[in-house]
Nanobody
């Protein structure tokens, strides 16, 4: 199986920045896609950003231009650089990996407030 370890969440003021990291580990495997989802209070979980082996990326319209997803294939790690944070970005962020099946991190809280 694949284990996902998330880090980088926290409390920031509007306009601030955070960088989330997610490292995948386990037995030998190949990863097709890594990404980030988030779930705000009272809302369904939604895709924030994803990155594929080819380097192709996909972003939610609400974060495009502010967030950047990147991937270190050698380290099986995905990052999410979040800039110009807004209060509506407040949510629990979940790391996602597809490696034959779906794997999820346990979530990390991001709170944007003055």
């Amino acid at each position: 199986q694949v284990q996902l370890v998330e880090s980088g969440g926290g409390f920031v003021q509007p306009g601030g920045s955070l960088r989330l990291s997610c490292a995948a580990s386990g037995s030998r495997f190949s990863i097709s896609v890594m990404g980030w989802y988030r779930q705000a209070p009272g809302k369904q979980r939604e895709l924030v950003a994803a990155i594929y082996t080819s380097g192709t990326t996909n972003y939610a319209a609400s974060v495009k231009g502010r967030f950047t997803i990147s991937r270190d294939n050698a380290k099986n790690t995905v990052y999410l650089q979040m800039n110009s944070l807004k209060s509506e970005d407040t949510a629990v962020y979940y790391c996602y990996v597809f490696s034959g099946s779906n794997y999820w991190g346990q979530g990390t809280q991001v709170t944007v407030s003055s």
